[in-house]
């Protein structure tokens, strides 16, 4: 598969970050950038991976599915991660996770039919004294409340249009 | 030898060697401590965690599997702490388990039944929803079915570390970890059904068996595999005279509990539709089914007529039959028929390596002896495809004892993941070096080698100042027995020379001899006529050299008959009938009848399988195999010949049919399981 | 901008650069005598390095607390392979998020303790294993590095000392058991994040078979004040046995809310009165959680004369943990708490071993059967044992860390799972879409 440069380099980069050998390491790296710029771990994508570092594909298909930020299937393109582990529970997060299915209609780890939406609810996500969080994609938001999801979600579809 | 560890278990003091785990320890003095993820041969992994034990200041349970015997360790394995955590750990177990043993392959030899029948709590507390998942069919013999696996991984690490092949996995995580084959939904692998035989319980099954019997329904045989020429025991399941299973799992025959598909499943071609059931007799032209009494007639009287014409007989030889029925059969040619007509089709220059070793002792290494020592120099052979049980030996011992692997093969083969050095081409002798730097080696070598060839890389090995041992790899189940039979033209059994060598195989074939007699192989395969005024043929299927014969004789498998074959190694073994056949009689049994109707049944001796092998004990050098050994099922290895062979070496006879995992010669086509699975089409 | 206000009774010894303007950047790092120990440590022996960690008592920052000089004393420095030194920055103990301001804030900090261990073991090479969801401090760390590296702090020849050092970010992707040691360093080599059969352990058998040093980001970030004030100093700041500081996360119903720098010993009392400012909503104090979810779990009565660190908690049958302090008020739910902590190692289990996979997979279903109020009165102790099948039987801590929170938690609740059969209404009424797989 063709790579995007800025990928391509990543991926270089990865390759030599690791003694001479164990570039399986760069493995759960690769198929992670790989997602954030495709969408989602592709066949095509494991296939390269496999290449690069010289394994099968059942051997990174091993690793991918073990790991729960790695996903077979496209998220949306902002992905709303809801903790509701126990410092969330204790201010309300798993609400929040409740409030976040109604409001974009989808449950766990589904994806808004237009595709700009997904929703999972994680465990934690290390913001546990700035309770409840959430994390769109990589960016965190802390103390979030009901309300100001709405105002979040809000002014992402308007981003999205 | 270091100083055995001293350790007490159970209060018993025992004695060990540095290193043993507790478990072994255990075991080897007759403590079981039960254990499904551990596996002799196989890496730790401390998993299914029931092999807890107590350990005197230790303060938690330790798993015996990983704790290797320390002096004065003071080891508990059947105190009630220990027994609480089986009995809790079965529980575990079985919360996700269907518990549908009564309609489970497994069931009755399943090593979780046993175990909770031994250890376990006798009711669940567990009310909750099971996690199910529906059953996959890996391939044609490999089916999963995940509820039932308990994750102990020796399907995983049997394929990897065993074959080589990595073809199973373990995807997702927690309580839905399954196992997943390599290529999505099925698996591309050697089929060998090994991640079955080493499950536990009944996650994986046989494709081939599943689904066909109770285990205890069943007798079961070990005989020997009549495909390779690696000579694998293999215990054939059977219930009314049906074969319903083969497995090694009692770790019984020279290969312990490796088996490749065929001789775990290619026994199926005995129960082929176009298996021969009666003999036929060609009249105006046509093949008939006749009575045997007028088939052997119809033979005994041509012979008996070309005899007294004095007419040429040709006799083609088989590289399937047992010992007794190539002796018999050269010895029927030589005094019978008066010919030195006699030859098979040969895979590999034995005679020209037994000549270049005269004189020497110890050179010929045993299957043992692939686990063994120290080197290893493969030449030509794609040992994974083609003799896959002695990759396996060799790639256990690489594991195990960290040996030296040398290859110099025309292609890329499997021993390159864990060669020593792997060259491509025929240069092993650039490899001087390096192998005189080993303690020892063994070399092996496909019919790329012959003739001068061996002779050279006999001078070679002799010349590295190190102990070698040799193995010319044949193809057939029988290709060495037959060849130390003289089921050829210019020897007699045993490698003494016959004075007068007669035509060889393709010179029968194209001769216009007055009759040729051919059993168990298929001359004409490649659309050659016959030429022969009078064709016989002794076969389990009408063949293309059937289909032209005059009478056509149905022969008994290798599993429907005992006797005795030799292996690649020279290892005798014996065969022992699994099930009785309708129809179709054993060769030895068709030619002791044509012997019979001929009336020169005296002349030839008895015509039991036993009372043949006497005389080929008496008679052929090599084979005063101890009897014991053969007939508890042991392996035997013949005696090397001392003493040149003063024959013309023929090495444009040798020639191989390297035949992969997924074919054997003509017989392999009428194996349903090989020609199945999809990498039978993919490679062969 | 801080995300909580220190407090003042607080000492911040790895903090107190959290706030200052420009924090992670190496010109505030070096201004506030940033890499000074490391040139100190390099004129030191290697075994003088070691002696000084432990000299000052600190004990491991992950959790499990063992004491890093003794670590560091394991790895065969005369071994011919290569050393390496991995640090854990994948925290996800829940409650914990205090190494996350330690990178945030101060990258270079934990670069000069990564340093320092580089020069105690001859190692020259390391890896940050960082948790996937903690994308943005990659990108400050790699920052951090590229400083380093363009102002000679990494490198080929460090500052003209002879000693080279090549650093890497990694990340992760989702799966707490990376934190686990041996996971991690499964991880770090490409693999399923499952732990390994120990022995062997990492200093002798770690990141890519070599003998290697693997401790949390705090423990790297006391390294070099230690280095600096010398390890008695810091060992005078905690209590005896357990030097140092702690970063303390205070979680849950509190009014402050936030990361604290504590010398260990702190009475627990008043770091939710004084530092944390009393129970949300002038409630009461139910339950506390000192270190993480993985501790056992104290009630109000158990935090009396309690203080924060090693042997005070391990009086009270608990652990001091990562530093994740959960504080749960008087209308908390206990059923709900130990169902919602359940679940989490279910889906954090890596299903290597049977008591684990199974166990958690079983009390998963069971208390959210049982929260839902489907319950038998059989359950309450099923619940209790079916934990203690798993405790110590497990392949690595994680069934450990599952079974001692719930046993705590049903022993010392029971009232509440008995309430809860009767029909007494559960504080939290939302229930329903806990019913997940």
Same mark, same amino acid.
């Given at each position: 598969?063709?790579?995007?440069?800025?990928?391509?380099?990543?991926?270089?980069?990865?390759?030599?970050?690791?003694?001479?050998?164990?570039?399986?390491?760069?493995?759960?790296?690769?198929?992670?950038?790989?997602?954030?710029?495709?969408?989602?771990?592709?066949?095509?994508?494991?296939?390269?991976?496999?290449?690069?570092?010289?394994?099968?594909?059942?051997? #990174?298909?091993?690793?991918?599915?073990?790991?729960?930020?790695?996903?077979?299937?496209?998220?949306?393109?902002?992905?709303?991660? #809801?903790?509701?582990?126990?410092?969330?529970?204790?201010?309300?997060?798993?609400?929040?996770?409740?409030?976040?299915?109604?409001?974009?209609?989808?449950?766990?780890?589904?994806?808004?039919?237009?595709?700009?939406?997904?929703?999972?609810?994680?465990?934690?996500?290390?913001?546990?004294?700035?309770?409840?969080?959430?994390?769109?994609?990589?960016?965190?938001?802390?103390? #979030?409340?009901?309300?100001?999801?709405?105002?979040?979600?809000?002014?992402?579809?308007?981003?999205?249009? | 030898m270091a100083d055995p *560890?001293?350790?007490?278990?159970?209060?018993?003091?025992?004695?060990a060697a540095p290193g043993t785990l %507790?478990?072994d320890?255990?075991?080897?003095?007759?403590?079981?401590?039960?254990?499904?993820?551990?596996y002799e041969g196989l890496t730790l992994?401390?998993?299914?965690?029931?092999?807890?034990?107590?350990?005197?200041?230790?303060?938690?349970?330790?798993?015996?599997?990983?704790?290797p015997?320390?002096?004065?360790?003071?080891?508990?394995?059947?105190?009630?702490?220990?027994?609480?955590?089986?009995?809790?750990?079965?529980?575990?177990?079985?919360?996700?388990?269907?518990?549908?043993?009564? *309609?489970?392959?497994?069931?009755?030899?399943?090593?979780?039944?046993?175990?909770?029948?031994?250890?376990?709590?006798? +009711?669940?507390?567990?009310?909750?929803?099971?996690?199910?998942? $529906?059953?996959?069919?890996?391939?044609?013999?490999?089916?999963?079915?995940?509820?039932?696996?308990?994750?102990?991984?020796?399907?995983?690490r049997v394929?990897d570390e065993g074959l080589g092949v990595?073809?199973?996995?373990?995807?997702?995580?927690?309580?839905?970890?399954?196992?997943?084959?390599?290529?999505?939904?099925?698996?591309?692998?050697?089929?060998?059904?090994?991640?079955?035989?080493?499950?536990?319980?009944?996650?994986?099954?046989?494709?081939?068996?599943?689904?066909?019997?109770? $285990?205890?329904?069943?007798?079961?045989?070990?005989?020997?595999?009549?495909?390779?020429a690696d000579g694998c025991?293999?215990?054939?399941?059977?219930?009314?005279?049906?074969?319903?299973?083969?497995?090694?799992?009692?770790r019984?025959g020279v290969n312990g509990e490796f088996?490749?598909?065929?001789?775990?499943?290619?026994?199926?071609?005995?129960?082929?539709?176009?298996?021969?059931?009666?003999?036929?007799?060609? *009249?105006?032209?046509?093949?008939?089914?006749?009575?045997?009494?007028?088939?052997?007639?119809? &033979?005994?009287?041509?012979?008996?007529?070309?005899?007294?014409?004095?007419?040429?007989?040709?006799?083609?030889? /088989?590289?399937?039959?047992?010992?007794?029925?190539?002796?018999?059969?050269?010895?029927?040619?030589?005094?019978?028929?008066?010919?030195?007509?006699?030859?098979?089709?040969?895979?590999g220059?034995v %005679?020209?390596l037994l000549?270049a070793l /005269?004189g020497k002792e110890g050179k010929l290494a045993t299957v043992a002896d692939l686990y063994e020592r120290k080197a290893f120099l493969v030449l030509g052979a794609d040992l994974a495809l083609e003799h896959p049980l002695l990759s396996y030996q060799i790639r256990a011992n690489y594991r195990h004892h960290q040996a030296h692997i040398y290859v110099v093969t025309?292609?890329a083969v499997r021993e390159d993941h864990y060669s020593t050095v792997s060259l491509r081409g025929r240069d092993y002798a650039s490899l001087r070096d390096k192998l005189k730097a080993e303690s020892e080696l063994v070399v092996l070598f496909d019919?790329s080698y012959?003739?001068?060839d061996v002779r050279k890389l006999v001078e070679f090995g002799e010349s590295l100042g190190i102990p070698v041992k040799y193995i010319a790899l044949v193809?057939?189940?029988?290709?060495r027995?037959?060849?130390?039979?003289?089921?050829?033209?210019?020897?007699?059994?045993?490698?003494? $020379? /016959?004075?007068?060598?007669?035509?060889?195989?393709?010179?029968?074939?194209?001769?216009?001899?007055?009759?040729?007699?051919?059993?168990?192989?298929?001359?004409?395969?490649?659309?050659?006529?016959?030429?022969?005024?009078?064709? &016989?043929?002794?076969?389990?299927?009408?063949?293309?050299?059937?289909?032209?014969?005059?009478?056509?004789?149905?022969?008994?498998?290798?599993?429907?008959?005992?006797?005795?074959?030799?292996n690649a190694t020279g290892e *005798?073994?014996?065969?022992?009938?699994?099930?009785?056949?309708?129809?179709?009689?054993?060769?030895?049994?068709?030619?002791?009848?044509?012997?019979? +109707?001929?009336?020169?049944?005296?002349?030839?001796?008895?015509?039991? $399988?036993?009372?043949?092998?006497?005389?080929?004990?008496?008679?052929?050098?090599?084979?005063?195999?101890?009897?014991?050994?053969?007939?508890?099922?042991g392996a035997a290895q013949t005696m090397p010949?001392?003493?040149?062979?003063?024959? +013309?070496?023929?090495?444009?006879?040798?020639?191989?049919?390297?035949?992969?995992?997924?074919?054997?010669?003509?017989?392999?086509?009428?194996?349903?399981?090989?020609?199945?699975?999809?990498?039978?089409?993919?490679?062969? | 901008?801080?995300?909580?206000?220190?407090?003042?009774?607080?000492?911040?010894?790895?903090?107190?650069?959290?706030?200052?303007?420009?924090?992670?950047?190496?010109?505030?790092?070096?201004?506030?005598?940033?890499?000074?120990?490391?040139?100190?440590?390099?004129?030191?022996?290697?075994?003088?390095?070691?002696?000084?960690?432990?000299?000052?008592?600190?004990?491991?920052?992950?959790?499990?607390?063992?004491?890093?000089?003794?670590? @560091?004393?394991?790895?065969?420095?005369?071994?011919p392979?290569?050393?390496?030194?991995?640090?854990?920055?994948?925290?996800?103990?829940?409650?914990?998020?205090?190494?996350?301001?330690?990178?945030?804030?101060?990258?270079?900090?934990?670069?000069?303790?990564?340093?320092?261990?580089?020069?105690?073991?001859?190692?020259?090479?390391?890896?940050?294993?960082?948790?996937?969801?903690?994308?943005?401090?990659?990108?400050?760390?790699?920052?951090?590095?590229?400083?380093?590296?363009?102002?000679?702090?990494?490198?080929?020849?460090?500052?003209?000392?002879?000693?080279?050092?090549?650093?890497?970010?990694?990340?992760?992707?989702?799966?707490?058991?990376?934190?686990?040691?041996?996971?991690?360093?499964?991880?770090?080599?490409?693999?399923?994040?499952?732990?390994?059969?120990?022995?062997?352990?990492?200093?002798?058998?770690?990141?890519?078979q070599?003998?290697?040093?693997?401790?949390?980001?705090?423990?790297?970030?006391?390294?070099?004040?230690?280095?600096?004030?010398?390890?008695?100093?810091?060992?005078?700041?905690?209590?005896?046995?357990?030097?140092?500081?702690?970063?303390?996360?205070?979680?849950?119903?509190?009014?402050?809310?936030?990361?604290?720098?504590?010398?260990?010993?702190?009475?627990?009392?008043?770091?939710?009165?004084?530092?944390?400012?009393?129970?949300?909503?002038?409630?009461?104090?139910?339950?506390?959680?000192?270190?993480?979810?993985?501790?056992?779990?104290?009630?109000?009565?158990?935090?009396?004369?309690?203080?924060?660190?090693?042997?005070?908690?391990?009086?009270?049958?608990?652990?001091?943990?990562?530093?994740?302090?959960?504080?749960?008020?008087?209308?908390?739910?206990?059923?709900?708490?130990?169902?919602?902590?359940?679940?989490?190692?279910?889906?954090?289990?890596?299903? @290597?071993?049977?008591?684990?996979?199974?166990?958690?997979?079983?009390?998963?279903?069971?208390?959210?059967?049982?929260?839902?109020?489907?319950?038998?009165?059989?359950?309450?102790?099923?619940?209790?044992?079916?934990?203690?099948?798993?405790?110590?039987?497990?392949?690595?801590?994680?069934?450990?860390?599952?079974?001692?929170?719930?046993?705590?938690?049903?022993?010392?609740?029971?009232?509440?799972?008995?309430?809860?059969?009767?029909?007494?209404?559960?504080?939290?009424?939302?229930?329903?879409?806990?019913?997940?797989?």
């Amino acid at each position: 598969m063709t790579l995007s440069p800025q990928l391509e380099a990543k991926f270089n980069k990865l390759l030599e970050s690791y003694p001479p050998g164990r570039q399986r390491s760069a493995m759960i790296p690769m198929l992670l950038y790989g997602q954030d710029e495709i969408g989602s771990v592709t066949d095509d994508l494991i296939e390269e991976v496999a290449g690069r570092i010289g394994v099968t594909a059942l051997q #990174v298909n091993e690793v991918l599915s073990y790991y729960s930020m790695l996903h077979r299937k496209p998220m949306g393109k902002y992905h709303i991660q #809801v903790c509701t582990n126990i410092s969330c529970l204790l201010h309300d997060g798993d609400k929040l996770y409740e409030h976040a299915c109604k409001k974009l209609g989808i449950g766990h780890k589904e994806a808004t039919a237009d595709g700009q939406f997904s929703l999972e609810e994680v465990e934690c996500m290390g913001a546990c004294s700035w309770a409840p969080a959430i994390q769109v994609n990589y960016d965190f938001h802390h103390f #979030v409340t009901p309300e100001q999801l709405d105002r979040l979600l809000d002014g992402l579809k308007k981003n999205a249009v | 030898m270091a100083d055995p *560890v001293k350790l007490t278990i159970d209060g018993r003091e025992i004695h060990a060697a540095p290193g043993t785990l %507790v478990i072994d320890a255990a075991k080897q003095n007759g403590i079981e401590v039960p254990a499904f993820c551990y596996y002799e041969g196989l890496t730790l992994q401390a998993a299914c965690r029931m092999c807890l034990v107590e350990i005197e200041k230790t303060p938690k349970l330790q798993t015996a599997c990983t704790v290797p015997v320390a002096e004065g360790m003071v080891v508990r394995t059947e105190t009630p702490q220990v027994a609480t955590a089986r009995k809790y750990m079965l529980e575990f177990l079985l919360t996700n388990h269907p518990l549908d043993c009564p *309609v489970c392959d497994k069931g009755g030899e399943c090593e979780l039944q046993d175990m909770t029948f031994r250890y376990g709590v006798g +009711e669940s507390r567990f009310t909750e929803e099971k996690v199910h998942t $529906p059953e996959k069919q890996f391939s044609p013999v490999v089916f999963f079915d995940a509820p039932r696996c308990i994750l102990c991984y020796r399907c995983v690490r049997v394929c990897d570390e065993g074959l080589g092949v990595k073809a199973l996995g373990v995807i997702n995580r927690g309580v839905v970890s399954e196992i997943a084959p390599n290529h999505g939904d099925h698996l591309e692998c050697d089929e060998c059904g090994a991640c079955i035989d080493i499950c536990p319980v009944g996650a994986l099954t046989s494709g081939a068996y599943r689904y066909q019997t109770r $285990p205890w329904e069943m007798t079961h045989v070990g005989t020997i595999c009549t495909h390779c020429a690696d000579g694998c025991k293999t215990t054939l399941g059977t219930r009314n005279d049906r074969i319903l299973r083969g497995n090694n799992r009692d770790r019984s025959g020279v290969n312990g509990e490796f088996l490749c598909i065929k001789g775990r499943y290619g026994f199926d071609f005995y129960d082929h539709p176009e298996r021969l059931q009666a003999p036929l007799l060609r *009249v105006n032209g046509k093949l008939e089914e006749v009575s045997w009494a007028q088939a052997l007639n119809a &033979v005994a009287q041509k012979f008996n007529q070309t005899l007294a014409d004095g007419g040429t007989f040709g006799v083609i030889g /088989s590289n399937h039959t047992s010992n007794e029925e190539n002796f018999y059969l050269q010895k029927f040619a030589r005094e019978v028929l008066r010919t030195n007509h006699i030859d098979h089709h040969r895979t590999g220059d034995v %005679v020209t390596l037994l000549d270049a070793l /005269s004189g020497k002792e110890g050179k010929l290494a045993t299957v043992a002896d692939l686990y063994e020592r120290k080197a290893f120099l493969v030449l030509g052979a794609d040992l994974a495809l083609e003799h896959p049980l002695l990759s396996y030996q060799i790639r256990a011992n690489y594991r195990h004892h960290q040996a030296h692997i040398y290859v110099v093969t025309p292609g890329a083969v499997r021993e390159d993941h864990y060669s020593t050095v792997s060259l491509r081409g025929r240069d092993y002798a650039s490899l001087r070096d390096k192998l005189k730097a080993e303690s020892e080696l063994v070399v092996l070598f496909d019919d790329s080698y012959k003739g001068d060839d061996v002779r050279k890389l006999v001078e070679f090995g002799e010349s590295l100042g190190i102990p070698v041992k040799y193995i010319a790899l044949v193809d057939y189940s029988n290709s060495r027995g037959a060849v130390d039979m003289g089921v050829a033209p210019e020897l007699l059994p045993g490698y003494k $020379p /016959s004075g007068q060598p007669g035509m060889h195989y393709g010179e029968m074939r194209d001769a216009n001899l007055g009759a040729l007699w051919v059993v168990g192989a298929n001359p004409l395969k490649n659309g050659a006529q016959r030429k022969a005024g009078f064709l &016989v043929v002794q076969d389990m299927f009408l063949t293309e050299t059937a289909q032209q014969a005059d009478v056509v004789l149905p022969a008994a498998s290798a599993y429907e008959k005992n006797g005795t074959v030799t292996n690649a190694t020279g290892e *005798v073994q014996r065969l022992k009938r699994g099930i009785n056949t309708m129809g179709a009689k054993p060769d030895l049994e068709i030619m002791g009848f044509i012997a019979r +109707e001929m009336g020169a049944a005296a002349a030839l001796g008895p015509w039991t $399988p036993d009372a043949v092998f006497e005389q080929i004990r008496k008679n052929v050098r090599g084979y005063q195999v101890p009897l014991p050994v053969l007939m508890t099922g042991g392996a035997a290895q013949t005696m090397p010949v001392n003493g040149r062979i003063p024959v +013309e070496s023929r090495p444009d006879l040798v020639h191989s049919d390297h035949n992969g995992l997924f074919a054997s010669g003509t017989l392999g086509r009428y194996s349903k399981v090989l020609n199945s699975v999809m990498e039978s089409r993919l490679r062969r | 901008m801080l995300y909580n206000e220190p407090s003042p009774l607080e000492t911040r010894v790895l903090s107190r650069r959290f706030g200052k303007p420009n924090s992670a950047s190496i010109d505030t790092y070096l201004a506030d005598d940033g890499y000074k120990a490391f040139l100190k440590a390099s004129k030191m022996k290697p075994e003088e390095i070691i002696e000084e960690v432990k000299a000052s008592n600190l004990r491991g920052r992950g959790g499990a607390g063992f004491p890093t000089g003794m670590k @560091w004393s394991f790895v065969p420095r005369n071994s011919p392979k290569p050393k390496y030194i991995v640090v854990n920055a994948d925290e996800s103990e829940p409650g914990t998020c205090k190494d996350r301001l330690l990178m945030e804030y101060d990258p270079h900090q934990l670069i000069e303790g990564i340093l320092i261990a580089g020069l105690s073991v001859d190692a020259h090479a390391g890896y940050i294993y960082v948790r996937g969801e903690y994308r943005y401090l990659i990108e400050i760390l790699d920052k951090a590095l590229a400083e380093a590296y363009q102002k000679g702090w990494l490198g080929k020849n460090i500052q003209g000392t002879g000693f080279d050092f090549e650093l890497y970010t990694h990340t992760g992707a989702g799966a707490y058991e990376c934190g686990e040691e041996s996971a991690l360093l499964e991880s770090l080599e490409g693999k399923r994040g499952v732990p390994r059969i120990r022995p062997p352990f990492p200093a002798v058998v770690g990141a890519f078979q070599c003998p290697t040093i693997l401790n949390n980001v705090e423990t790297y970030c006391a390294v070099p004040a230690i280095i600096r004030d010398g390890g008695k100093a810091f060992a005078d700041l905690g209590v005896p046995k357990a030097g140092g500081t702690k970063l303390t996360c205070l979680t849950g119903h509190i009014n402050k809310p936030g990361v604290y720098e504590l010398p260990l010993g702190f009475p627990v009392l008043k770091l939710i009165e004084e530092v944390g400012g009393g129970i949300r909503n002038g409630k009461k104090l139910k339950a506390f959680i000192p270190g993480g979810s993985s501790c056992p779990i104290l009630t109000a009565a158990e935090c009396e004369g309690a203080t924060m660190d090693y042997d005070s908690m391990a009086s009270r049958k608990s652990m001091l943990g990562s530093g994740g302090v959960v504080v749960m008020d008087e209308d908390t739910c206990m059923v709900k708490a130990a169902l919602r902590i359940m679940r989490f190692y279910a889906h954090e289990s890596c299903g @290597w071993c049977i008591p684990c996979r199974e166990g958690t997979a079983w009390l998963r279903k069971l208390l959210t059967r049982f929260h839902q109020g489907m319950g038998t009165r059989t359950d309450i102790d099923l619940i209790g044992d079916v934990s203690r099948n798993m405790l110590g039987r497990t392949f690595c801590p994680l069934g450990d860390a599952a079974a001692l929170p719930t046993i705590s938690i049903v022993e010392k609740f029971r009232q509440e799972f008995e309430d809860h059969l009767d029909g007494k209404p559960c504080p939290f009424e939302h229930a329903r879409h806990m019913v997940t797989v």
